[in-house]
């Protein structure tokens, strides 16, 4: 038997880790703020640089008359008009003024139309998110086994995947493109210049919203897998999802052995009243009512103690200790059974019952006495 026991398994090894299980439930609220909260949020970079470009694209080409003007009205003033001022540093600090002024007005209302659409379409896709935990450094991320993972993942595979796509249709575009205005170039030479750079930004206008259309359905595409990835990375299991539950509403035996004992302090706290009390109505062995009533202080009687089955068994031997009087009425204990919490009077339709009671008794205490 010996020889066997280095061959024998400890079954308890191949159990579920940290009773975790496999993750298949969707994820929680809480479990969404917390990934949020985390700066984890997904968005397809793709479909921002596609409608960046298609913004890009667009605002030059609404803004190429207005460029052209510029140019023109630029190359006339300094052809023309300035080509007998003297070439000094004034003159050329002013010529490089000029010129920057000049690109600022072309290109500040381009780069100003990306912008709006940079931040619209990352707005569309994850809202306003403030987090500076991504940005704090992982020592996970210098580990080269994490970092080969990464590179020959799944996630690797489809962006490799799609950049080829992307390699591909561009340049089938950009072909199909020039091979349509294929016979325009050899026009260019009998053509005027402003012809000839209407004719260019005509071309590189259409290359641009067509691979623009292309990338915004390829970003589209992309929103959708990082959605199914992400919604992937937040699943939990069931274990999760009880140690959720757990530390939002508690642990549900403690919160049980909390009732239990809020339920036994009320219970004693009820009993040390019944010895307080006037009178006790039973049914007689399933219900016992004690009522107290002080003409001074009170305007009508009020429930003190209250109980069921043993508890008023309890509440009778209380009673009984204390020589309180026991008078059996069922109907009217299991009406104020019922109808009275315990620290509430006697409701103004029971008046007339539990006066009649309560004259019993005093005339029973004046025949003792």
Same mark, same amino acid.
């Given at each position: 038997m010996s020889e066997l026991l280095p061959w024998l398994l400890d079954l308890q090894l191949f159990a579920d880790d940290g009773g975790t299980g496999e993750k298949t439930e969707p994820a929680t609220p809480r479990r969404r703020e917390e990934a949020r909260?985390?700066?984890q949020v997904f968005k397809s970079t793709d479909l921002? #640089? *596609?409608v960046i470009m298609a913004a890009g694209a667009i605002a030059a080409y609404l803004l190429y008359p207005y460029i052209i003007q510029s140019l023109h009205d630029f190359t006339v003033l300094y052809l023309l008009e300035r080509t007998t001022s003297e070439i000094t540093i004034q003159y050329a600090n002013e010529l490089l003024l000029e010129v920057l002024y000049l690109l600022g007005r072309m290109v500040l209302p381009i780069m100003a139309a990306c912008f709006i659409a940079a931040l619209l379409i990352s707005y569309l896709q994850v809202g306003f998110v403030f987090s500076g935990e991504p940005l704090a450094p992982k020592l996970e991320r210098l580990n080269p086994v994490q970092g080969f993972q990464r590179i020959f993942s799944k996630r690797a595979l489809v962006e490799l995947l799609k950049s080829l796509l992307k390699v591909v249709i561009t340049g089938w575009i950009v072909y199909s493109v020039i091979r349509k205005y294929y016979y325009v170039f050899p026009r260019f030479v009998d053509m005027e210049l402003g012809a000839t750079l209407q004719v260019l #930004?005509?071309?590189i206008f259409e290359m641009a919203m067509k691979v623009g259309v292309f990338f915004v359905v390829i970003g589209i595409l992309d !929103? =959708? !897998?990082?959605?199914y990835e992400y919604e992937k990375s937040l699943k939990m299991s069931k274990y999760d999802v009880k140690q959720e539950y757990k530390e939002i509403e508690g642990d549900p035996q403690i919160k049980a052995r909390q009732r239990q004992i809020q339920r036994e302090v009320a219970m004693r706290r009820m009993m040390a009243e019944v010895p307080k009390a006037d009178v006790i109505i039973t049914n007689p062995t399933h219900f016992a009512v004690a009522l107290r009533y002080e003409v001074d202080s009170m305007e009508a009687p009020m429930v003190i103690a209250k109980g069921q089955d043993f508890l008023a068994a309890k509440i009778k031997e209380i009673a009984a200790y204390h020589e309180i009087m026991i008078v059996e009425n069922p109907l009217l204990a299991r009406t104020l059974y019922y109808s009275v919490d315990i620290g509430q009077t006697v409701p103004e339709e029971l008046y007339q019952a539990v *006066?009649?009671? =309560? #004259?019993f008794v005093y005339r029973q205490k004046k025949k003792v006495l």
């Open positions: 909260r985390k700066g921002n #640089a *596609a #930004a005509q071309i !929103y =959708l !897998y990082q959605w *006066a009649e009671v =309560l #004259a």
